[in-house]
């Protein structure tokens, strides 16, 4: 009897709900608590392992896990990143090291600027990465816990941090200079030539892509078939089926999710009747 794959999910922060949500929605079937540490899936041939997010990365590099979610910064950061391979982009989790300096007495206004100074980041190699490829020569201060207060207590001259929206920078006084890295959640293996962890990017991929697109369904006088056609191409031409109803059609398409708020109008001006917008569950 063969083992079962094991999947290092994140067991706390940012990324374990919707880590645990995007399984279920790729129709992986298991109950999980805050105390369980492992779970077996029912529905499939897999083991969940609840883990540190930031441990992700040696657990897969160690074969204590097969494959894992974590976060694109933290395997970035780690120096196991290289011998792991990123299978899928998971579309959550979405964040960027940020650049930031005192808002009120810096003079750090681009990359050169910040030539000689002291940079505080919980971050190190990516930062020291990321300055020593511009061959700019920085002081790299590993700092763990809140990092926007290392310019306040004087031990650096600016910080590089995982930022949002930015609104922490401005709280405490910051204002952003660049972005470092952009980061959101990845799923990780030592190779994807594996017929298991194949199938779970697979069907991981299936759910992100459905995320991103919905299905459209709406009604049109056939001589509008085409300009509705040019608004909403899908993903190769639109399905066009004759209604009962004389000169009239069914229109069945898909769109991207973020262009539905901006489509809908057009396509009423275009003659588009009955318009439905609903839910794509997995896209392959």
Known sequence: MTASLRLAVPNKGRLKDPSTALLRDAGLSFESTDRALSVPV???DLELIFVRTDDVPELVTDGVADVGITGYDLLAESELGPSLEILAELDYGRCRLAAAVPSHNSDIDNWEAFSGARVATSHPR?????????????????FKGSVEVATKIGVADAIIDLVSTGS???????????????????????????????????????????????????NAPRDRVDDIADLVPGLRSPTVMPLQEEGMVAIHTTVATDAVWDLLPRLEAA???DILVLPIHQMI
Do not use: K
């Not at 020291?128 to 201060?141: C, Y």
């Not at 030592?190 to 779970?200: C, Q």
């Open 271 to 273: 003659g588009g009747q």
């Open 168 to 218: 922490t920078l401005q709280v405490n006084g910051l204002r952003a200079v660049g972005t470092v890295l952009e980061s959101q959640a990845v799923l990780v293996a030592r190779s994807r030539h594996n017929g298991t962890v194949a199938r779970l990017a697979t069907a991981l991929s299936a759910v992100v892509a459905a995320r991103r697109t919905r299905y459209l369904v709406l």
């Open 42 to 44: 029912r529905n499939a």
């Open 126 to 142: 990516v930062t020291g990465r990321f300055f020593a490829e511009r061959e700019i020569d920085v002081t790299v201060v590993e």
